[in-house]
């Protein structure tokens, strides 16, 4: 069963406004029948008129109800119009209300009993001669019909306008949805760029600090404070970044970064490692003609490993391998002995599960895990296009 769309302020007043329309319509043709009753039933007496007035004012003060008790209304008027021919006109708009309101079976049903009486209507309510009954009838019939046809009509109209309407009302809600999902989509962008580019740099500068601050008895004791002091803001920084990085996900803080690690070598950034007292082992043979895409994709994974390999093993050697052409895309391997030391400042980061999601949305595969040999290994394919 279809739930009913709650109806508005608006709507109701504009439904009793019809309600006062269709009162008044009726009542023009209730007094239209007491003005020229003739001809008048056999039964008709001096008390006929008092009954025909009263009746006529209940039916139009019946009609405020039309919309809550459709079908009972017009059975009900349609079977006193047999008898009483001044609630007529109130009964066509109670057929008309079930018409325009009801279902197909309802209004089958109202619509036959309403042919139905008719014929008894001009028999009874208002005898006609025998020349002018089947006239009666058939007027009467075909005002039936209209009524029923011009409700049915206004009820596939609302019908259709109401279907637009919940149409226009979903994908109203499906834009919402789509555009929600882009701007996740880059919030998330946002954040790995953050994370991968900034957390490394802070790694760096946090591992240079510490290295000198460890030798503090052979430098300056105001130049070691200064070191001390560097360490800890670039500790403070990196968490900072972190709880910034979390925000731009759930969509708190979104902010724009012009970063584009396209324009940036590896061997650059194997460098920076190497400058910073990790120990490297490299080779980096990638072919030319890699996209900018997948360029910065690569640039990013690296990185990520290094600064991983940094946090968690910081006094071992790190191997790495990245290879690549257009006949077998490009491969990634960083290897590096575990060690039970450790630099981690702040609180975890996204590390590995970041740079997972970002290759297996270029369509590229990431494994990574303890050796047999006692090393951690993290091996990574992209393709050499883009998806």
Same mark, same amino acid.
């Given at each position: ?20 329309? $269709? ?6 043709? %209730? ?27 209940? !039916? ?6 039309? +919309? ?36 197909? +079976? ?30 009666? %009838? ?5 005002? @039936? ?6 409700? @049915? ?6 019908? %259709? ?29 946002? $954040?790995?760029?953050?994370?991968? !580019? ?7 500068? !946090? ?7 460890? +030798? ?17 803001? !670039? ?61 910065? @994709?690569?640039? +990013? ?20 391998? $990245? ?49 047999? $040999? ?14």
């Amino acid at each position: 069963m279809n739930a009913r769309r709650p109806r508005s302020t608006a709507d109701g007043a504009q439904a009793r406004w019809f309600d006062i329309g $269709a009162m008044a319509i009726a009542a023009l043709m %209730v007094g239209l029948w007491i003005r020229d009753p003739a001809p008048l039933p056999a039964y008709s007496g001096p008390i006929y008129d008092v009954i025909s007035c009263v009746s006529g004012a209940a !039916s139009i003060a019946a009609l405020w109800w039309r +919309r809550r008790f459709p079908l009972v209304l017009a059975c009900a008027l349609l079977v006193c119009s047999t008898l009483l021919p001044v609630v007529s006109g109130p009964s066509l708009v109670a057929l008309f209300t079930v018409a325009g309101h009801s279902s197909l +079976r309802p209004t089958i049903w109202a619509t036959l009993l309403a042919l139905c009486s008719t014929p008894v209507q001009v028999v009874v309510g208002s005898p006609l001669r025998d020349t002018d009954f089947w006239r009666g %009838v058939l007027a009467l019939s075909l005002a @039936i019909l209209l009524v029923v046809g011009w409700g @049915i009509a206004l009820r596939s109209r609302r019908q %259709v306008l109401e279907s637009l309407q919940e149409r226009a009302r979903a994908l109203a809600r499906e834009r919402d949805l789509v555009a929600d999902g882009a701007r996740r989509a880059e919030r998330e962008e946002i $954040a790995r760029d953050v994370h991968d !580019s900034l957390a490394h740099r802070l790694s760096l500068i !946090s591992m240079s600090a510490g290295a000198l601050n460890y +030798r503090r008895e052979e430098i300056p004791a105001e130049l070691a404070e200064q070191i001390a002091t560097l360490q800890g803001n !670039s500790r403070a920084a990196l968490g900072e970044l972190r709880s910034a990085i979390g925000d731009i996900r759930t969509g708190i803080g979104s902010r724009e970064f012009s970063i584009d690690p396209a324009n940036f070598d590896l061997l650059d950034l194997v460098e920076d490692a190497q400058d910073s007292g990790q120990e490297i082992d490299e080779t980096i043979t990638i072919s030319a003609g890699l996209s900018p895409t997948t360029t910065r @994709i690569v640039y +990013r994974t690296v990185q990520e490993l290094l600064t991983n390999a940094r946090k968690h093993s910081p006094d071992q050697r790190v191997h790495v391998r $990245a290879t690549g052409d257009r006949d077998t895309g490009v491969r990634i391997m960083m290897a590096n002995a575990l060690s039970g030391t450790t630099t981690e400042v702040g609180p975890p980061g996204f590390g590995l599960v970041g740079v997972a999601e970002r290759v297996k949305m270029h369509g590229g595969r990431l494994t990574a895990g303890p050796t047999a $040999a006692g090393q951690f290994e993290v091996n990574v394919w992209l393709p050499w296009k883009d998806r």
